[in-house]
């Protein structure tokens, strides 16, 4: 029996995975009814694929999954003329052109097989996909020209065989076929589409390096009938990828994702605990108002939150406290807290004058650039580097590169920095 079977629940609410494109999914959003609209009507009314901006564990891909899953509800249910369906498979950004291409065609592969039968009774035409089966479920890619022919199983066949790879995929087969499937199903954007996300564009570290990726896939899997995607990412580049003439008329302009309200912050764990429960007295270990005091420590940083909720949970079961009243939790709270923090704060010995800009950070909002030196005390950014690259490795700061110059461009604090910051703060306070 699991922790979370012992406290009253079915599974961990406080999960960081993404929502998933369901009804579960539906009911446990809380607080995107504006984003919600938004990205609905994109993926309805437009022609471009959308894009989502925010930070890393704001809940994009949450949202792109609940958008779709109603919009694909509201067709079942007679409201809506145009059949959304979202593709379970989220796509990582990827510099290679070929494994791009490659991890998107497999996904809608598995999406149009998943939802074929559904697509016949919801009266839909559907293309045969008995071939497309033969090619996911074999570990080769076979073709009609070039490599080594083998003998198949009859002994009377032959075809090309090579590698179900990148480099295989180069093969145009399975391309087409998976092209012919989505004409047949959706002829126009009237019909219908299925919903991917390209997600964490940020990967590449750098604008240009997202763009160049994009421009090389727009005449490909940007192109494709029937798939709208959904493109996701943090730290501006989203939005510098917009700009490309390339891709004017194939992307959308982003959709600002800031972080979920702090009002709405207690009833989306309430949810979560409602959701998952399995009897009318479940142990929380940390409940609504004590997950709002987390949030509001991680700077608003929804997956943090959780994963930091989670980790309290782990900890208390360790202790054997995992039945305490709910008043003893929250000060159990403070407790693992402040021994987090402390560990986190002795992984790697800062001197006095790098935990004083550690605060000043902090203290500011938690980002900076080098070119703010002078606010931090010091006179030139080459003097604040070294006490940067400490920080850095003791993984209370990150860093995001400037694709000019290689630079340091923006400093954050991290995860585990926020629950430092918190910890020093109450510190300074003689708290």
């Known amino acids: 029996m699991s922790l979370w079977n ?42 471009t694929h959308p894009t989502i901006e925010g930070d ?13 899953y109603r919009a694909e509800q509201e067709f079942v249910e007679g409201r809506s003329q145009q059949l959304l369906i979202p593709i379970p498979d989220i796509i990582q950004m990827k510099s290679g052109v070929d494994e791009l291409e490659r ?22 035409n559907t293309f045969d996909t008995s071939e497309l089966e033969k090619w996911l479920g074999s570990p080769f890619i076979y073709g009609g020209g070039g490599g080594l022919s083998v003998v198949g199983v009859g002994g009377n ?27 047949t199903t959706f002829p126009t954007r009237e019909h219908g589409a299925f919903v ?65 309200p702090d009002e709405d912050v207690p009833e989306l764990v309430r949810r ?33 939150s959780f994963k930091h909720a989670q980790d309290f949970a782990l900890w208390l079961d360790e202790e054997g406290k995992s039945q305490a009243p709910p008043t003893e939790k929250r000060e159990l709270l403070e407790e693992w807290i402040n021994i987090t923090a402390a560990e986190y704060s002795t992984a790697a010995p800062l001197q006095p004058g790098q935990w004083s800009l550690f605060d000043k950070i902090a203290d500011a909002g938690g980002s900076m650039a080098p070119s703010d ?22 993984n209370l700061l990150d860093s995001v590169i400037d694709e000019d110059d290689q630079r340091r461009k923006t400093i954050s604090v991290t995860s ?3 629950l430092v910051a918190y910890h020093r703060g109450k510190l300074r306070r003689g708290a």
């Open 272 to 304: 979560r605990l409602a959701h998952y429960s399995t009897r009318p007295d479940p142990d929380a270990p940390v409940n609504p108002e004590g997950f709002a005091h987390i949030y509001k420590i991680s700077n608003a940083n929804l997956r943090n």
């Open 373 to 394: 030196y002078e606010d931090f005390g010091f006179n030139s950014s080459q003097a604040m580097r070294f006490h940067l690259q400490r920080l850095e490795e003791a």
């Open 196 to 260: 991917g996300v390209i997600d964490n564009i940020e990967l590449l570290r750098t604008s240009a390096d997202a763009r160049q990726a994009l421009e090389a896939v727009r005449d490909s899997i940007l192109s494709l009938p029937g798939v709208r995607w959904v493109l996701c990412g943090a730290k501006g580049i989203v939005r510098s990828v917009v700009s490309s003439p390339r891709l004017s008329g194939r992307i959308g302009r982003p959709i600002d994702l800031k972080p979920v």
């Open 6 to 47: 012992q406290l009253g629940y079915s599974a961990n609410p406080y999960t960081v995975n993404p929502l998933a494109p369901n009804a579960e999914g539906s009911e446990l959003i809380v607080g995107r009814d504006k984003e919600l609209r938004k990205l609905t009507t994109q993926l309805t009314s437009t022609d």
């Open 56 to 68: 890393n564990g704001s809940g994009k891909t949450s949202l792109v999954a609940v958008a779709a």
């Open 157 to 183: 066949v032959t075809r090309s065989v090579s590698a179900n790879t990148g480099q295989g995929f180069t093969d145009a087969g399975f391309r087409q076929l998976v092209r012919d499937c989505l004409h």
């Open 416 to 418: 585990n920095g926020w």
């Open 103 to 124: 991890d998107a065609y497999f996904a809608i592969a598995r999406a149009y097989v998943a939802n074929v039968k559904t697509l016949d009774d919801l009266g839909f």
